[in-house]
């Protein structure tokens, strides 16, 4: 289709005044892709443990996001969860003062009672814990599991909770919220097994703790045999641990044998503190000659690993000074380039002023033109309404006429007769059935209140003990928003459907299913006749349905196979 110069000049002029927004864009979306980049590099390097690496680059990442002016909601979750992922690696390192102040500033990203918000209490929860801060740890716990939507994400904080209830020495309270979450089998049957053994051993540890001694062992070892069954390993280490103190004042030998085992298994794992705790109940025992073997590794690891966590605190500390020394310096240079184009800028106001108002104008006299041609054509598309009514109107009185005519005739004939009665009587009938069918064909449609009940009604007429006309879904859309013109059109388009049914289909079943979205009404029409060939198809309905349709630019899509049935889909705009 050929265009006008004018048109191209629009079009130019538009390209020009958005030159400068589309170079913004652009830097926008290389600056996220490349905070996304580096978000994505932290993730896998903390995956590997290399945990300075991975901070430094979700930091810079952080930076980034925080530049961006547009995306504001998808750009604020980003910075949030690269939050909460850095007070997990300071968390890791022992930095647990560091790791609250860092996931606390991630509450301002995050939307409030979301999955983001549960995690980040339940990361100050697990700071305060292990702060000895046991009544502020509980109560972030509890506030992370009412923000977790997911039962099973519920259970973690929970369990949690006992886990404090423990070491709080309120091995009552323990002992009940375990029972209760034992009740709750929310998992496949592998899953829950491994998440039952840590609930199992914890209650087994509350009940040795309580002095239930037997009933604690129990199931402290229930819970080791479901470990080692499904290779939990790094969980045994607990379950081994939780036996080594139960046998210290029963029997040294087991008690040595359990804290070695999870000392090996620590080791292997590169589990610290496990370790540490296993060296304690080793030395704890106090078995002469290896005393002061265990207790050089004792402090020798725990030298070390607060040397290397006072690095990692370090190494954090300078991450933040140097990236917001670079901070500072890029908004420094980002203020000399604005001062440097806000003369430049000034320029152009003017310019986009006059070309924002031309575009304006452009627009408005499209929308007018395209609104009276609208205008003209419901006009049309009403008047042509009207003409059918009138036509139905006059069809009804003629065959009322011929009616009158056959009754004026039987009244003239003997009616003794049984056969001349019989074909009187079908003669009447089938005027009278012409009648009917040709009134409610071209009758007027009620579009107000009642169109519903309207729609519902034409539709049962073609209900018979033979066929069934299902209708779904009608309720659900508000027709008072749909206007006049379109409603005529559905239920017209939907009378020549089961017109076209009832005179080639032999369907016993009519599936009739409408659904809406923000934009349009989908009406789907199933029969389950006996179909025909898409060559074969008989066009005068389906074109009369078909320019319906389009004349409200909506579209209508037939499919029909031979024994397949007969399907229509409507496609119309709100």
Same mark, same amino acid.
């Given at each position: 289709?050929?265009?006008?110069?004018?048109?191209?000049?629009? *079009?130019?002029?538009?390209?020009?005044?958005?030159?400068?927004?589309?170079?913004?864009?652009?830097?926008?979306?290389?600056?996220?892709?490349?905070?996304?980049? %580096?978000?994505?590099?932290?993730?896998?390097?903390?995956?590997?443990?290399?945990?300075?690496?991975?901070?430094?680059?979700?930091?810079?990442?952080?930076?980034?996001?925080?530049?961006?002016?547009?995306?504001?909601?998808?750009?604020?979750?980003?910075?949030?969860?690269?939050?909460?992922?850095?007070?997990?690696?300071?968390?890791?390192?022992?930095?647990?003062?560091?790791?609250?102040?860092?996931?606390?500033?991630?509450?301002?990203?995050?939307?409030?009672?979301?999955?983001?918000?549960?995690?980040?209490?339940?990361?100050?929860?697990?700071?305060?814990?292990? #702060?000895? %801060?046991?009544?502020?740890?509980?109560?972030?716990?509890?506030?992370?599991?009412?923000?977790?939507?997911?039962?099973?994400?519920?259970?973690?904080?929970?369990?949690?909770?006992?886990?404090?209830?423990?070491?709080?020495?309120?091995?009552?309270?323990?002992?009940?919220?375990?029972?209760?979450?034992?009740? +709750?089998?929310?998992?496949?049957?592998?899953?829950?097994?491994?998440?039952?053994?840590?609930?199992?051993?914890?209650?087994?540890?509350?009940?040795?703790?309580?002095? /239930?001694?037997?009933?604690? =062992?129990?199931?402290?070892?229930?819970?080791?045999?479901?470990?080692?069954?499904?290779?939990?390993?790094?969980?045994?280490?607990?379950?081994?641990?939780?036996?080594?103190?139960?046998?210290?004042?029963?029997?040294?030998?087991?008690?040595?044998?359990?804290?070695?085992?999870?000392?090996?298994?620590?080791?292997?794992?590169?589990?610290?503190?496990?370790?540490?705790?296993?060296?304690?109940?080793?030395?704890?025992?106090?078995?002469?000659?290896?005393?002061?073997?265990?207790?050089?590794?004792?402090?020798?690891?725990?030298?070390?690993?607060?040397?290397?966590?006072?690095? =990692?605190?370090?190494? =954090?500390?300078?991450?933040?000074?140097?990236?917001?020394?670079?901070?500072?310096?890029?908004?420094?240079?980002? %203020?000399?380039?604005?001062?440097? #184009?806000?003369?430049?800028?000034?320029?152009?106001?003017?310019?986009?002023?006059?070309?924002?108002?031309?575009?304006?104008?452009?627009?408005?006299?499209?929308? #007018?033109?395209?609104?009276?041609?609208?205008?003209?054509?419901?006009?049309?598309?009403?008047?042509?309404?009207?003409?059918?009514?009138?036509?139905?109107?006059?069809?009804?009185?003629?065959?009322?006429?011929?009616?009158?005519?056959?009754?004026? =005739?039987?009244?003239?004939?003997?009616?003794?007769?049984?056969?001349?009665?019989?074909?009187?009587?079908?003669?009447?009938?089938?005027?009278?059935?012409?009648?009917?069918?040709?009134?409610?064909?071209?009758?007027?449609?009620?579009?107000?209140?009642?169109?519903? +009940?309207? #729609? +519902?009604?034409?539709?049962?007429?073609?209900?018979?003990?033979?066929? $069934? *006309? /299902?209708?779904?879904?009608?309720?659900?859309?508000?027709?008072?928003?749909?206007?006049?013109?379109?409603?005529?059109?559905?239920?017209?388009?939907?009378?020549?459907?089961?017109?076209?049914?009832?005179?080639?289909?032999?369907? $016993?079943?009519?599936?009739?299913?409408?659904?809406?979205?923000?934009?349009?009404?989908?009406?789907?029409?199933?029969?389950?006749?006996?179909?025909?060939? +898409?060559?074969?198809?008989?066009?005068?309905?389906?074109?009369?349905?078909?320019?319906?349709?389009?004349?409200?630019?909506?579209?209508?899509?037939?499919?029909?196979?031979?024994?397949?049935?007969?399907?229509?889909?409507?496609?119309?705009?709100?």
């Amino acid at each position: 289709m050929l265009r006008s110069p004018f048109f191209y000049f629009i *079009i130019l002029l538009f390209l020009f005044s958005c030159e400068e927004k589309k170079t913004v864009n652009t830097n926008t979306e290389l600056i996220r892709k490349e905070a996304l980049n %580096l978000r994505n590099k932290g993730l896998e390097n903390y995956d590997k443990q290399n945990f300075n690496t991975a901070f430094d680059e979700f930091y810079k990442s952080k930076q980034l996001y925080e530049t961006l002016k547009y995306g504001v909601k998808k750009d604020s979750a980003n910075i949030g969860y690269i939050l909460i992922m850095m007070a997990t690696i300071q968390q890791v390192n022992g930095d647990y003062y560091g790791s609250k102040e860092t996931v606390t500033e991630a509450l301002a990203y995050v939307k409030k009672n979301s999955v983001y918000t549960a995690s980040i209490y339940n990361r100050l929860g697990v700071a305060d814990k292990e #702060l000895s %801060l046991y009544d502020d740890a509980i109560f972030y716990y509890k506030e992370a599991a009412k923000d977790f939507t997911d039962p099973v994400e519920r259970q973690i904080p929970l369990s949690n909770i006992a886990a404090v209830y423990i070491q709080q020495k309120k091995y009552d309270n323990a002992i009940a919220l375990l029972e209760s979450l034992l009740n +709750k089998k929310l998992l496949n049957k592998k899953d829950w097994a491994i998440y039952e053994a840590i609930l199992i051993d914890n209650l087994g540890y509350a009940y040795f703790k309580k002095g /239930m001694d037997e009933k604690g =062992f129990g199931l402290m070892n229930e819970a080791l045999q479901t470990r080692n069954e499904f290779e939990d390993t790094y969980r045994s280490i607990e379950s081994y641990l939780h036996l080594a103190d139960y046998y210290t004042q029963k029997d040294i030998k087991r008690s040595n044998k359990n804290a070695l085992t999870a000392y090996n298994i620590a080791t292997k794992l590169n589990s610290v503190d496990e370790r540490l705790e296993a060296l304690q109940i080793l030395i704890s025992n106090d078995h002469s000659a290896q005393n002061n073997q265990y207790v050089q590794k004792y402090f020798t690891l725990n030298d070390s690993i607060i040397k290397v966590r006072n690095n =990692f605190k370090n190494k =954090f500390a300078k991450i933040k000074y140097d990236a917001k020394k670079e901070k500072d310096e890029n908004a420094k240079l980002r %203020l000399e380039k604005a001062e440097n #184009l806000l003369s430049l800028q000034k320029a152009t106001y003017l310019r986009i002023v006059f070309i924002i108002v031309f575009i304006f104008l452009v627009i408005l006299i499209a929308i #007018l033109i395209r609104y009276y041609k609208n205008k003209n054509r419901a006009i049309e598309f009403k008047t042509s309404y009207n003409t059918e009514t009138r036509i139905a109107k006059k069809i009804h009185d003629e065959l009322a006429n011929d009616v009158f005519h056959v009754i004026a =005739f039987a009244e003239s004939q003997p009616l003794s007769t049984e056969s001349t009665k019989e074909n009187l009587l079908q003669k009447l009938d089938d005027i009278y059935g012409r009648v009917r069918g040709i009134s409610r064909e071209n009758n007027k449609i009620d579009t107000g209140t009642d169109f519903i +009940k309207s #729609l +519902k009604d034409m539709l049962s007429t073609y209900n018979t003990s033979e066929r $069934n *006309i /299902m209708v779904t879904n009608l309720e659900s859309i508000h027709w008072e928003s749909i206007d006049e013109i379109k409603k005529i059109t559905i239920s017209r388009v939907l009378q020549e459907l089961m017109v076209n049914m009832k005179k080639h289909s032999e369907a $016993n079943l009519v599936v009739i299913k409408f659904e809406s979205d923000t934009k349009s009404i989908v009406i789907n029409y199933n029969d389950n006749g006996k179909g025909c060939e +898409k060559t074969l198809m008989i066009k005068n309905g389906l074109q009369n349905m078909e320019t319906r349709i389009q004349a409200v630019k909506g579209t209508i899509d037939f499919d029909t196979e031979p024994g397949k049935g007969f399907r229509a889909k409507i496609v119309m705009p709100k």
